[in-house]
């Protein structure tokens, strides 16, 4: 079903590390919605990033797969055998947004495809870039990255219609064998979080903010209430961290006994907030957050709140990473009412393209894209979702496209 060049090679991975060859071969998912028009103008500034950057000594090898609607009106199939294999060979693709259906009973292929390549950690982004109208006074305080757990909890989509078989079962149990009433009406879902999963987050977040001078780390959980879900997470976090990082970690109690509340040379700031104050804390103290550990859904939605400080959730792009694989994509929607118009604003993904050169170690290349993206809008050279702000005329997505293409030969 597909083609793949014979003059790319696969990315492998060893420890954790990515072995990325001269010409890659990277897979692509064009999406629904507006996915087909970002996505290729994603492909399009990579592409002049790296050959800018490198010349004709690196080169991506791209591949087109198909999910989502194109699949279905394609092959009659969301996630076909022949995607799912090619994922599963190759390990490394850039996703446009993908449409999950609510309530039709269809599961996100973007879980699927988490779960297939255990990219257990999401990685979020957000830094106020200058020239976007902001919410905040000063927005320039936001610089922080989410880490959100990404295979466990909620999302793992085990949950059942309130008049199914299963969950009549279930409530049937839970009557019988643990005593607890519950309404015959009642849909059932199951939330999983488990200690491995949490602690392997917790290790990378750490190793992230020692590699990259991060001062903090705060577990984002609802542990007053789900003790044994999201309280097991923050426990299970400050447990792998004082075992296994102590030399490099100070608590927020050391750091006041201790240290008169200033972390010291070295040391990381681990703490914890309960979610709901997590919201109004990134919002009145966002100077305070640097890197936010969360479980799935507390993630999904803390993300999407922190991409509103900046003024503009289209502008983060995300990392889905594992130790064998990663998928990278813009954090918003299908927008389907504006596809085909040539009016979508690309930045998203092809800040998902970013991370995916700064994980394959390509980071001239991805600096090229980062300041053109910075230049561009500094230009007011802006699609119409920042133009309307900026009170200026608004470029269509190819037009932005070329603009930062221009912008990358003259850096």
């Keep these: 079903m597909y083609h793949f060049p014979e003059d790319g090679e ?3 991975f060893k420890d954790g590390k990515w072995i990325v060859p001269d010409k890659p071969i990277i897979l692509y998912i064009e999406g629904d919605g507006i996915g087909p028009e970002i996505t290729h103008s994603a492909i399009q500034v990579i592409n002049k990033a790296v050959e800018k950057a490198y010349g004709s000594k690196k080169e991506i090898k791209w591949v087109e797969v198909l999910a989502g609607n194109k699949a279905v009106n394609t092959v009659g199939d969301r996630f076909p055998k022949e995607t799912q294999e090619a994922l599963l060979n190759y390990r490394v693709v850039l996703k446009g947004p993908m449409e999950t259906p609510i309530g039709k009973g269809w599961k996100s292929v973007n879980v699927a495809i988490r779960l297939m390549l255990d990219l257990y950690a999401n990685i979020r982004p957000v830094k106020y870039i200058e020239g976007i109208e902001s919410p905040l006074k000063d927005p320039k ?3 922080m990255i989410i880490f959100r757990e990404n295979t466990d909890d909620l999302y793992r989509g085990i949950e059942y219609p309130y008049d199914s078989t299963e969950a009549t079962k279930i409530r049937d149990f839970i009557r019988r064998e643990l005593n607890i009433d519950i309404e015959n009406d009642t849909g059932i879902g199951i939330k999983i979080i488990s200690k491995y999963k949490t ?26 209430v789900m003790k044994y879900t999201e309280g097991a997470f923050r426990d299970w976090a400050y447990e792998t961290a004082l075992n296994e990082y102590k030399e490099s970690i100070v608590t927020e109690e050391e750091l006041n006994t201790k240290y008169n509340g200033k972390i010291p040379d070295g040391k990381i700031l681990l703490n914890d907030r309960i979610a709901d104050n997590m919201f109004q804390q990134i919002i009145i103290k966002p100077e305070d957050y640097d890197i936010i550990l969360a479980p799935n859904v507390n993630g999904d939605y803390i993300s999407d709140a922190a991409g509103a400080l900046i003024g503009n959730i289209g502008l983060l792009g995300g990392a889905n990473v594992g130790d064998n694989g990663g998928m990278f994509e813009a954090v918003h929607g299908t927008a389907p009412k504006y596809a085909g118009k040539n009016i979508a604003n690309p930045t998203g993904i ?8 700064r994980f394959m170690g390509w980071d001239k290349a991805a600096d ?7 230049e561009a809008i500094k230009q007011k050279k802006v699609t119409q979702d920042i133009a309307r702000f900026m009170n200026v005329q608004a470029l269509g997505t190819k037009e932005f496209t ?3 293409i221009s912008i990358i030969d003259t850096l």
């Design 402 to 404: 070329d603009v930062l």
């Design 10 to 12: 696969k990315i492998e």
């Design 141 to 143: 305080k936001v610089n």
């Design 350 to 357: 092809i800040k998902g393209g970013e991370l995916m050169l």
């Design 199 to 224: 602690q392997r987050i917790t290790r990378l977040a750490i190793k992230y903010a020692l590699q990259n001078s991060r001062k903090r780390i705060t577990i984002m959980h609802k542990g007053n």
């Design 368 to 374: 090229l894209i980062e300041n053109s993206i910075n």
